[in-house]
Nanobody, 127 residues
C-alpha cells in the first residue's frame, strides 16, 4: 500500500502564492506517475497537473498552465505543486494521487487512472 499526505493549503488573497506538498510512504516503488486534482463540493474531480516519476515530463490543465508548476524530489518521495497568481476560481480541495503503472499521456488527466489518493488539503483564494 501507498499512503499519500498533502500539506500546504490555506487562505490566500488573489494574486498570491501557495506551495502544496505530497509525501508518499509505504510501498512507494513503482509509483510511475504522480498527479494533483482538485474538487469543489458537488462537482467532479478535476485534473490539475501530473509528472512522470521516472523523468521530467509534466502535464497541466489549460486553466493552470503558466501559473502552476509541479515538481518532485526523489530523496523525500515528495511531489510539490507551486501555485502562483492564484485566482478565486482556484478555490477547491486539492488532492494528490499516484499510480503504479505507466500511463499513456491521454490517461494522465483522468482520476480513474490513479490507484492512491491523499486526504486532500483546502485552498481558499479570496478576492
Amino acid at each position: 500500500q501507498v499512503q499519500l499526505v498533502e500539506s500546504g493549503g490555506g487562505l490566500v488573497q488573489a494574486g498570491g502564492s501557495l506551495r502544496l506538498s505530497c509525501v508518499a510512504s509505504g510501498r512507494t516503488f513503482g509509483t510511475y506517475t504522480r498527479g494533483w486534482f482538485r474538487q469543489a463540493p458537488g462537482k467532479e474531480r478535476e485534473f490539475v497537473a501530473a509528472i512522470r516519476w521516472s523523468g521530467d515530463s509534466t502535464y497541466y490543465a489549460n486553466s493552470v498552465k503558466g501559473r502552476f508548476t509541479i515538481s518532485r524530489e526523489y530523496a523525500k518521495n515528495t511531489v510539490y505543486l507551486q501555485m502562483n497568481s492564484l485566482k478565486p476560481e482556484d478555490t477547491d480541495i486539492y488532492y494528490c494521487a499516484a499510480v503504479r503503472n505507466p500511463l499513456a499521456t491521454a490517461s494522465m488527466t483522468s482520476s480513474a487512472s490513479y490507484d492512491y489518493w491523499g486526504q486532500g488539503t483546502q485552498v481558499t483564494v479570496s478576492s
